[in-house]
């Protein structure tokens, strides 16, 4: 992040430089009293002496200097490193804005998420990434507003992209400390919220699906061998079955169908869901509301242990079939004597 006020690595660099500067100091008023130190040497040791401690006072300097550059170039490389990979894995994009609402200071995530390069948008009002009419500005003044008052807001709001592009954000805005700067942590949500319009439109239709066939559906979901708890189902098949999808979801088939342990539904749903093909089940007789109905089921596999049960009345075929049957004999019986007159 790229700030105008000093930072730690500045603070750093300033104790080094002072340390350095008193050091020549120290070294640049030895010089100048070398005289009066010799003076004092010269009582007690030969003039090499005195070269020896001077070449030594010098390499200790150079050695200091040098140590202070290497560490100072480490650590930068480092903080490089260091930012290059914070920006690289955070997709939000950190913002520190003044009283006056100007952008002072800001992280290499704005380039990702609003396509400005940080000198852009640096000391520029925050206004520049306002959207673009007719969406409404006034939750951008709510945020500083509630932000000063509280301290703190979290919310979404309508941002703008350099190339003018509205885009959704997921916002967070604090006090900086005893400044008056607020800083304000965005993440974009265009994505998040298309994918969850996606899937409202896909729930939406899949219901409108559900009750538009002409069949009626029931899901179960396996839990043991021969346990099978009902996840849903759709209106036709309350309708066929007089279940009630409130008072019978998340029971057991057999709880739900009395007389279940007597029929192979669960052997067919055990078949199902090992050999992942589907089952036509033989025709069975329902009595409901004192209507006694002729059923096939249709019986298949689903995702995640799932099993699906599809059925389809057939009662009106049925007697429809008996009625064709009960003419077909009349008509051969008819003919039969009509042969012997």
């Known amino acids: 992040m790229k700030h105008h006020v000093k930072s730690k690595r500045m603070l750093i660099d300033l104790v080094v430089v002072l340390f350095l500067a008193l050091l020549f100091s120290g070294f640049s008023l030895a010089i100048n009293l070398m005289d009066k130190i010799y003076s004092i040497l010269a009582l007690y040791s030969q003039k090499p002496l005195v070269e020896f401690v001077i070449n030594l006072v010098f390499l200790l300097i150079a050695g200091t200097m040098w140590l202070a550059f290497r560490r100072w170039k480490c650590a930068s490389r480092k903080q490089a490193e260091l930012e290059s990979i914070i920006s690289s894995i955070d997709p939000d994009t950190l913002l520190v804005i003044d009283k006056n609402r100007h952008i ?7 380039k990702r998420m609003f396509g400005y390069e940080v000198d852009e948008i640096i000391d520029k009002r925050i206004n520049i990434l306002y959207p673009p009419i007719p969406y409404d500005l006034s939750w951008w003044h709510a945020i500083f507003s509630k932000v ?45 919220l298309s994918a ?31 346990k099978f708890l009902l996840l849903d189902c759709n ?41 992942q093909r589907s089952i036509v089940a033989d025709e069975i007789c329902f009595n409901h509301s004192n209507i006694e109905r002729v059923l096939k089921v249709h019986i298949f596999c689903m995702p995640k242990s799932k099993v699906g049960v599809a059925i389809e009345d057939i009662t009106n075929q049925k007697l429809i079939e008996e009625v064709y049957s009960l003419e077909s004999t009349y008509d051969h019986n008819l003919s039969e004597q009509n042969i012997q007159i």
């Open 148 to 192: 000063e008052r509280d301290g703190y807001h979290i919310g979404t709001i309508v941002g703008r992209k350099k190339d003018g592009e509205a885009i959704y954000l997921e916002i967070i805005g604090n006090k900086l400390g005893n400044y008056d700067e607020t800083v304000l942590l965005l993440r974009d949500i265009t994505e998040k």
């Open 104 to 110: 002072v200071a800001c992280n290499n995530s704005v």
């Open 196 to 226: 969850k319009d996606l899937l409202r439109d896909s729930q939406q239709t899949l219901n409108d699906i559900m009750l538009a066939i002409p069949l009626g559906l029931f899901i179960y979901q396996y839990q043991a061998p021969d």
């Open 235 to 275: 209106k036709e098949a309350e309708r066929m079955t007089s279940i009630v999808l409130d008072d019978s979801k998340g029971k057991d088939f057999n709880k739900i169908w009395p007389n279940g342990h007597k029929t192979r539904f669960i052997e067919a749903f055990q078949k199902v869901l090992k050999t």
